[in-house]
């Protein structure tokens, strides 16, 4: 007997070629209806037998397209229509956007493998996609995702492309993203004034891979935003873009051409090979252990021992490798400390004097993202994101909330993002940079709108941190009176336990939060940063943190560890204290410190000032330098050698001792790795005695201070059997979770 059954599939099931799956799957098992996108994901109406019907939903759920989540299923019985066959019909939106949004995908092997084929119609095509990649978030103006809510719709596909959407047996067909080099985006190479150097697809990437050659600066347009490039063999070209890109120090990422040539440079294991191929293809953080290659190493990851690295993701990155046998330089095309950009426009204006040419394109970009930056952890391989972007924004599902009111939270400034919720789902925007910034300030102020439009949604809460000058609770305060919502203050560290909270989803255990970051106000106006929390039945109590110390001379304090050495230091240390300020600065801060009223448990400020003591750095030329610049003289560690420099701790923790006790190692002739070592030991044995003391069985962690993977292999370590440790798995510990932590704490503490 033939029955019609309404199914619907919610997820990440648009723009992955999840229609064309099911249309194929229909006809395999001659089922009769229709399949579309709607506001709430795919709708399937479906007409066979009951038995018959069944085995296609079970294989539907279990066999989804390889870049398909499906988060929630439901089959009902309906009365029955009758179907003359199975079609893809147009998406019907009746009501508002409540389904997960598609984050951009690296370009599959089949795309890849086409361009490099002088038969097939694709090739050299730089903008080839299909139903299992390309860009997706970047083009996005609207949803459900359709061409015509994208910046494809620019772009009417031509006969040939045509017939590929239309086939059923074909990869691209129902691809939204379709297009080929009759009837698509078009890629140009100019040099600094503008000046039109060529279009020609056979020819441009060679000319390119020359211009690398002869040591050329080039932005290139890449699908999510510019990239600045050049030849990560060469040191001169090298310093000329750190010189005019005002980035003295920070480490650059490098563009591999191959996964082939990068292994025969680089060791790398199975956990990198995988998120290196991944399909959100991050810049992957590589030690420089045996490094067996001519990248000058030196210039481009000054004073560390580790890369970043990246494969190709979009066909303009894998048609430039093709013509590659070197690595290449590949930031962000900014200037130092501003967003990414996407503009052509606004590329000519602000890097005509970094860049000798440009490679520009004409398809428009509405949310551009930097790459994605991970890190694996030496011992036990514990995966820590740096940065959160392209490839994961900016859908998140991990987490479901019970609350029907439409909330945006804003997070905090300098590491910015922005989470939304609409509906039954939960946003996270790709990192935005430091709000300090005045066209970061306006790129986040776009991102909000851009959520609200996308969902046709207000908020009625807004969460903001508790810092009355952050620029994000500013706005966040301008958001409130504009749409007459609801406004409240989160305190920053509070945030970030709960953002680990809700990673694993701990609301119904006891658990101990450590929190170990730079800065962040806290409830008794002091600068926090060296907090443990106690969780409990919906309630956060701060139960300890590190002893305070004097916070001096405002931001100026981050930016030059010897300040926080000057804090934490006795009288018995002025001889090295002389050495690290003139006689008038020394006297000036002496005085200050004597009257300073605002105190810190910064444990950020810590790590500057052991930096500092150990004459690793004073100064730092971006953000986190002196605790990157420490972890990395750390080769290898032994617990059982190690040494506690707070070996009395009971009740205090006394950030002063520590810096004590190192200074006393460090007169001895103890070598800075080993004092290191002792430090991050130190800090381990800490935490690990509190969660003891306090009979604890859960532990959450989150800062910045938690991306040091030394640390995090320690605590592995040190922790005894029946402790569980929680670590943030799919955020950053940054401040990048702010925005996350604040509506954890919202919908789970606040009411």
Not at 186 to 211: G, P, R
Not at 534 to 539: D, H
Request: proline residues 4%.
């Amino acid at each position: 007997m033939l029955k019609t059954y309404k199914i619907s599939i919610s997820g990440q099931v648009q723009g992955v070629g999840f229609r064309p799956f099911v249309y194929n799957l229909a006809r395999k098992y001659v089922i009769k209806g229709t399949v579309s996108n709607d506001e709430n994901g795919v709708l399937i109406y479906a007409s066979q037998t009951k038995e018959q019907v069944a085995v296609f939903y079970k294989e539907l759920l279990n066999n989804p397209p390889p870049v398909a989540t499906i988060i929630s299923s439901k089959i009902i019985d309906i009365e029955f229509q009758k179907f003359d066959n199975f079609k893809i019909i147009p998406s019907n939106k009746k009501g508002q956007v409540n389904l997960p949004l598609t984050p951009d995908f690296a370009i599959c092997d089949d795309c890849k493998n086409e361009i490099k084929d002088a038969t097939n119609r694709r090739y050299n095509y730089p903008f080839t996609t299909c139903v299992n990649c390309g860009p997706r978030w970047a083009i996005t103006q609207s949803f459900p995702f359709e061409r015509n809510h994208t910046n494809i719709n620019a772009f009417e596909m031509c006969d040939a492309c045509k017939k590929e959407y239309t086939n059923p047996g074909d990869r691209r067909f129902h691809s939204q993203t379709n297009t080929c080099s009759t009837c698509g985006i078009q890629l140009y190479l100019e040099d600094a004034n503008s000046e039109k150097i060529t279009t020609n697809k056979l020819t441009i990437f060679k000319k390119v891979a020359q211009l690398f050659k002869e040591n050329k600066i080039i932005a290139i347009k890449n699908t999510s935003g510019y990239l600045l490039c050049c030849n990560a063999e060469d040191s001169n070209v090298i310093q000329k873009l750190r010189r005019l890109k005002n980035r003295p120090n920070k480490p650059f990422a490098v563009l591999y051409p191959s996964l082939e040539k990068l292994q025969k440079e680089l060791e790398i294991n199975t956990k990198q090979v995988n998120s290196l191929t991944s399909t959100q293809r991050p810049i992957t953080i590589i030690s420089l252990k045996n490094y067996n290659g001519k990248i000058v190493v030196n210039q481009v990851a000054p004073k560390l021992n580790q890369l970043g690295v990246m494969l190709p993701y979009t066909g303009i990155l894998q048609l430039l490798a093709n013509e590659l046998n070197f690595p290449i330089i590949a930031t962000s095309g900014n200037i130092h400390g501003s967003p990414i950009i996407s503009n052509n426009k606004d590329a000519i204006d602000k890097l005509k004097n970094i860049a000798d040419y440009f490679l520009h394109h004409n398809l428009k970009i509405t949310q551009p993202q930097d790459d994605s930056v991970l890190k694996f952890s030496f011992k036990f391989k514990q995966p820590i994101l740096f940065r959160r972007s392209r490839g994961f924004a900016p859908n998140y599902f991990n987490t479901q909330l019970n609350t029907s009111k439409k909330i945006m939270a804003m997070g905090a400034d300098l590491k910015s993002s922005i989470t939304f919720y609409p509906n039954q789902y939960i946003y996270i925007s790709q990192y935005l940079g430091n709000l300090e910034n005045y066209d970061v300030y306006n790129r986040f102020l776009v991102m909000a709108n851009s959520f609200t439009k996308i969902f046709d949604q207000q908020p009625q809460v807004i969460l903001i941190d508790k810092h009355p000058l952050y620029h994000s609770s500013k706005l966040g305060e301008e958001f409130a009176q504009k749409s007459n919502a609801k406004l409240v203050e989160i305190q920053h560290h509070k945030a970030h336990f709960t953002a680990t909270l809700g990673e694993h989803n701990l609301f119904n255990e006891k658990v101990l939060g450590i929190v170990f970051d730079g800065t962040g106000l806290g409830d008794d106006k002091a600068i926090w940063g060296g907090e443990f929390f106690n969780y409990e039945k919906n309630k956060i109590k701060r139960i300890h943190h590190l002893e305070y110390f004097d916070w001096m001379l405002g931001d100026k304090m981050a930016k030059e560890p010897r300040i926080s050495l000057l804090s934490l230091a006795s009288s018995e240390m002025d001889d090295i204290l002389e050495k690290k300020f003139t006689s008038n600065e020394l006297k000036t801060y002496k005085t200050l410190k004597k009257s300073n009223t605002l105190k810190t448990s910064s444990v950020g400020r810590l790590f500057d000032a052991v930096a500092s003591l150990l004459n690793i750095t004073d100064f730092n030329s971006y953000e986190g330098e002196a605790a990157i610049l420490l972890e990395n003289l750390v080769v290898d560690y032994d617990l059982k050698s190690s040494i506690n420099y707070l070996p009395d701790f009971e009740s205090e923790i006394s950030s002063k001792e520590i810096i004590k006790n190192i200074a006393i190692d460090l007169k001895k002739g103890t070598k800075k790795e080993k004092i290191i070592v002792n430090f991050l030991f130190t800090l381990a044995t800490i935490i690990i005695e509190m969660t003891k003391i306090n009979n604890y069985k859960h532990v959450a962690f989150s800062g910045g201070v938690f991306q040091n993977t030394t640390l995090v292999d320690m605590l592995i370590e040190l922790a005894p059997k029946g402790i569980k440790l929680y670590f943030h798995k799919d955020l950053s510990p940054n401040d990048e979770n702010i925005s996350f932590g604040q509506l954890m704490y919202y919908v789970h503490i606040k009411n």
